[in-house]
């Protein structure tokens, strides 16, 4: 899961509450957006086989200020971060890289069976899923980040939209 903190978030919840109940609701939906921002974003991005990995792409309200935007499918972080000698972890998501590292093995026999439904749906013969999934095991997979990118897009435009809402409710109520 994602998160975009806000720095000084506290004199952002003041510089809304002046306003009430309306100002929290404006930030609140804000939030709200940017989560769908990731979620719409990620999607796109996402590499795709069948599109289980795109659909489980999700956004859930923890509170009213806060999402969490995610997968829970196993194999995510290796599409995100890449596996073996390709792994690639922008630094910032370096603590959620650890915590799924190792989390989505599987057997040998299940990984060569993930291939040879892969090369079916490609028109491979299913005869080329053994040497391709031993190079994947000894040369790693490219990593092909669809989280990440949605993160930093969504994260340049918060203050933004935070700073606009405000704009509209100074405006609103201070002519």
Known sequence: MVSITVKNIDKVK???AKYGEEAE???????????LEIVNEAQALVP???GTLAQSIKQTKVSPLYYNVGTNEPYAPYMEFGTGARV?????FQQMAND???KGKGSFKDGLESIKEWCRKKGISVDAAYPIFVA???NGLKARPFMYPAFVNA????AKDIKHALKKLNDKYNG
Not at 26 to 31: C, K, L, M, N, Q
Not at 155 to 158: A, F, I, L, S
């Open 14 to 16: 003041q510089a809304f």
């Open 25 to 35: 609701k404006d930030f609140a939906e804000v939030t709200k957006i940017k989560a």
């Open 48 to 50: 795709r086989n069948n």
């Open 88 to 92: 690639d972890v922008p630094a910032e």
């Open 100 to 102: 799924a590292k190792g």
């Open 136 to 138: 994947i095991l000894n």
């Open 155 to 158: 994260r340049k435009t918060y």
